[in-house]
């Protein structure tokens, strides 16, 4: 792990430059292509919106249904503030079979008006805070009682009732009024009355005056809809109120013609314009394809200004005098609510229609009405007639009650980014519910997704330079097309906060497609060339970690500060003795020997400089330079001493004769290059701490030790490992003498036994350098009654009785010599 991280860091180090420029140019690409909307980008940016949005909040597969489950992230909040009363299936059989009401509201659609008028009846007595319909009400039925029932139902209660309007490229344009929020708007003009003699009966007006009466009729409607329509809305921050969408002509084959017409509203039966609290507009907003995502707050025709029908009710609810539209935010009387800079807001819908809200059929709440106004109580549970007090009206108190048709036939069917198919008055009912509770979906910034998006660019070509690996050169571009939604669409759903997908996805697979094409074309020959000529040296992730340093090896040989390592197997000429009829059984455990050695100096920095039949010379510092060297060689040495004991009793199980390693350890300057012929070459050190280090491993032998190392690299550990100070030795043909040392163990990891022998075997070497040999031997016998194995205290108690018996020349300066 820390030589990938080391390779990781070395690798940015390199090619940060290179980074920033890939993905600056795939970011430029690919804002370009947003920009202009090649391919219809946009498209794939609504797809990966709801793609998010429907795998979080209804997820089908079981690991995000436990994500869901376990963390909450998009879990169902059913509204505690919504319920809608559904024009459902179930109402239209049992109004057309119940004879009663098929004779008080119709047999068949569109009900008589008077079932609206016992519906908002109930509902304001039951406590409902507003009610709205998600209709519109602009044919005036034909014999007008039911009309005209609704107007006084309208009247009687004080529950804010608003309802629906719609528009047309037919309706003519409504006059241009003070808008206000002032509601109902009252009784429109009556007609003028002819005067008629007294004692003669009035005459039928002439058709001349017909039209007349008829054309003023509806210009007085058409007054009164501006009046009860109209809102006053106040647009920041450079936005405008957005145009009611126009109607374009399309030719028999379903293709533009270029002729487009605007639309105005029509007015409302004059009964609901008199009386209803509030008119909104319940104008179309689907996107391109077909669905609902979005909203705006505000329409204009031209002449006047007019709220959304959600907007319109929270207005009266609120008792707002107007409404304040600001980049960001939407001010309603006291209420503000966070919405898009453009002044529109995506719609948290947070589930299905029928998961996310109370639904309750039509007919179920104006027969309780009809129940609980009957004269005759004696058999109707509705606490006397007092609706206020009907446990079936508990279900409406203080709640906003959605009206809708969503039986076959009632209501218009529509796609919203969870569901394919819904009745429409979904989109009312939760932007209600987001406007109350301020939970729309906000855009984010666009410099916030368009940071984002290069974020991902530089992620992308970081991979591909820093990994370097096939599978993420084609896997990560393929993740990013098929799966980023999860992303962001988990983020969406966390935050309500909708970042880009789309340009975010391209970005990144264009940086990929970049950073890949790069590494064929420029950068990999040069790395294949290195990692050829240094493959047989070492591992591969040491190459690997050796090309990207800034500085490569010069092969011609250069003066280097490392770390020699040279050992072989004590008394391999048993082996040898023993197998000299098997050689390939010997060339087996020669290699298994081998299998054990190598991986734990590779797995410290090590470069394999070479194997010369049991020995292994092996270099620490060089062709990759690591400033704790000596440290490294230290801890494989004892690495290597720990798995050659478990490789001893595994041998020692099968018959064979116990194996011990022999290791030599020096620290110095070297030469360290290519050393050889032009035909052959080989990658290794020269110089007298090379030869030091071959030396040392030899003279384990005479000291009986395992593992042996010169000043240079005492000095380098002494503060990380445990050692022993062995002797003073001369090396064959040099005149200078060096401190040689018995390496331990790590720091910390001495047993108490060996450190009671290190202790008295280093008193008996100081009295053995001065000569008193009688005293270094009671010690070194002590130290031996310790640990009768003790290789060093037996070598120094046989000089101590040779010297005793046979005292040294008067120039002795306890100095050994180090033969070949």
């Known amino acids: 792990m820390r030589r990938a991280l080391e390779l990781i860091r070395l690798r940015l180090g390199r090619t940060w430059v290179l980074i920033v420029g890939l993905s600056t140019v795939a970011m430029i690409f690919a804002g370009l292509w947003w920009e202009f909307d090649v391919m219809e980008i946009s498209d794939d940016e609504r797809g990966a919106y709801d793609d998010g949005l429907k795998a979080f909040t209804l997820p089908k597969r079981a690991g995000l249904k436990f994500v869901q489950q376990r963390f909450g992230l998009g879990k169902l909040v059913r509204s505690e503030d919504v319920v809608v009363v559904a024009l459902d299936d179930s109402t239209m059989t049992h109004v057309s079979e119940n004879e009663f009401l098929a004779q008080r509201y119709g047999r068949n659609l569109p009900f008589d008006r008077i079932i609206w008028a016992d519906l908002i009846s109930y509902l304001s007595k039951a406590g409902a805070r507003g009610i709205v319909f998600d209709m519109v009400m602009n044919e005036p039925s034909s014999n007008g009682l039911g009309d005209l029932a609704f107007g006084k139902a309208l009247d009687a209660i004080d529950t804010p009732v608003v309802l629906g309007f719609s528009t047309a490229a037919s309706a003519k344009p409504l006059p241009k009024v003070e808008p206000?929020?002032?509601?109902?708007?009252?009784?429109?003009?009556?007609?003028?009355?002819?005067?008629?003699?007294?004692?003669?009966?009035?005459e039928d007006p002439t058709p001349?005056?017909?039209?007349?009466?008829?054309?003023?009729?509806?210009?007085?409607?058409?007054?009164?809809?501006?009046?009860?329509?109209?809102?006053?809305?106040?647009?920041?921050?450079?936005?405008?109120?957005?145009?009611?969408?126009?109607?374009?002509?399309?030719?028999?084959n379903g293709e533009p013609t270029g002729k487009e017409f605007p639309d105005f509203p029509m007015a409302a039966i004059p009964h609901a314009l008199e009386s209803a609290d509030g008119f909104g507009a319940v104008t179309g907003e689907e996107d391109e394809d077909g669905k609902l995502r979005r909203t705006a707050f505000a329409y204009t025709d031209g002449e006047n200004t007019y709220a959304t029908l959600p907007v319109a009710l929270l207005a009266q609810l609120e008792g707002a005098s107007e409404v304040v539209i600001d980049k960001g935010k939407l001010t309603i009387g006291s209420r503000t609510v966070r919405i898009n800079q453009d002044g529109t807001a995506e719609i948290h819908y947070g589930g299905r229609l029928a998961d996310r809200f109370p639904m309750i059929p039509l007919v179920n709440v104006v027969q309780r009405y009809l129940l609980c106004t009957k004269e005759d109580q004696t058999s109707v549970d509705c606490a006397g007639g007092d609706i206020s007090k009907d446990a079936f009206g508990a279900q409406f108190k203080g709640k906003i009650v959605v009206v809708g048709g969503i039986a076959v036939g009632t209501g218009d069917s529509k796609a919203t980014p969870l569901e394919q198919a819904t009745p429409g008055l979904v989109k009312q009912a939760a932007t209600i519910d987001n406007l109350l509770k301020d939970q729309f979906i906000i855009a984010?910034?666009?410099?916030?997704?368009?940071?984002?998006?290069?974020?991902?660019?530089?992620?992308?070509?970081?991979?591909?330079?820093?990994?370097?690996?096939?599978?993420?050169?084609?896997?990560?571009?393929?993740?990013?097309?098929?799966?980023?939604?999860?992303?962001t669409g988990s983020f969406l759903v966390a935050t309500r906060i909708h970042v880009l997908s789309a340009l975010p996805g391209l970005a990144g697979t264009v940086a990929s497609i970049l950073a890949t094409t790069w590494e064929r074309l420029f950068a990999r020959k040069e790395r294949e060339r290195i990692k050829e000529l240094f493959q047989n040296y070492m591992e591969s992730d040491l190459v690997e970690l050796m090309v990207e340093q800034k500085t490569l090896p010069s092969l011609e040989g250069q003066n280097l500060h490392v770390t020699a390592f040279f050992s072989d197997i004590k008394g391999?000429?048993?082996?040898?003795?023993?197998?000299?009829?098997?050689?390939?059984?010997?060339?087996?455990?020669?290699?298994?020997?081998?299998?054990?050695v190598t991986p734990k100096l590779t797995a410290e920095g090590a470069c394999i400089d070479k194997y010369i039949g049991d020995a292994v010379v092996a270099l620490f510092g060089a062709p990759v330079a690591y400033h704790d060297h000596p440290l490294r060689?230290?801890?494989?040495?004892?690495?290597?001493?720990?798995?050659?004991?478990?490789?001893?009793?595994?041998?020692?199980?099968?018959?064979?004769?116990?194996?011990?390693?022999?290791?030599?350890?020096n620290t110095g300057t070297m030469m360290v290059g290519n050393i050889g012929s032009e035909q052959l070459l080989d990658y290794t050190a020269i110089g007298d701490e090379m030869n030091l280090a071959a030396r040392l491993e030899g003279a384990n032998k005479n000291y009986g030790t395992l593992i042996?190392?010169?000043?240079?690299?005492?000095?380098?550990?002494?503060r990380e490992v445990e050692a022993r100070e062995l002797d003073r030795v001369r090396v064959a043909g040099k005149r200078n003498a060096v401190t040689v040392y018995e390496l331990l163990s790590l720091k910390g990891q001495l047993s108490p036994t060996t450190q009671r022998v290190v202790d008295l075997y280093a008193?008996?070497?100081?009295?053995?350098?001065?000569?008193?040999?009688?005293?270094?031997?009671?010690?070194?016998?002590?130290?031996?009654?310790?640990?009768?194995?003790?290789?060093?205290?037996?070598?120094?108690?046989?000089?101590?009785?040779?010297?005793?018996?046979?005292?040294?020349?008067?120039?002795?300066?306890?100095?050994?010599?180090?033969?070949?």
């Not at 042996?708 to 002494?718: F, K, L, S």
């Open 180 to 202: 206000t929020l002032k509601r109902p708007v009252g009784p429109m003009p009556a007609p003028p009355q002819k005067e008629v003699p007294e004692g003669e009966f009035p």
């Open 208 to 252: 001349e005056e017909q039209a007349a009466l008829q054309k003023q009729a509806a210009e007085d409607r058409r007054l009164w809809a501006a009046k009860a329509y109209a809102v006053p809305i106040v647009t920041r921050g450079g936005l405008e109120v957005p145009a009611f969408p126009v109607v374009v002509e399309r030719d028999a």
């Open 444 to 487: 984010a910034p666009t410099w916030a997704s368009w940071l984002f998006a290069f974020f991902v660019a530089l992620l992308s070509v970081a991979l591909v330079l820093v990994v370097r690996n096939t599978f993420v050169d084609i896997g990560w571009p393929v993740l990013l097309y098929v799966g980023f939604f999860a992303i």
């Open 572 to 596: 391999f000429s048993t082996f040898s003795e023993l197998l000299k009829d098997r050689p390939q059984e010997l060339m087996r455990l020669l290699n298994r020997y081998l299998s054990v």
């Open 633 to 665: 060689a230290c801890r494989a040495a004892l690495q290597v001493q720990q798995a050659i004991g478990e490789l001893r009793v595994a041998l020692r199980k099968e018959g064979l004769p116990d194996v011990y390693t022999r290791i030599g350890l």
């Open 708 to 718: 042996m190392m010169g000043q240079g690299t005492y000095d380098a550990v002494r």
């Open 763 to 820: 008193q008996a070497l100081a009295l053995y350098r001065t000569r008193h040999f009688t005293q270094a031997k009671e010690l070194l016998g002590k130290a031996l009654e310790v640990d009768e194995s003790d290789g060093p205290s037996k070598r120094l108690l046989s000089l101590c009785s040779e010297f005793e018996r046979q005292p040294p020349p008067p120039e002795w300066d306890a100095v050994s010599s180090l033969e070949k």
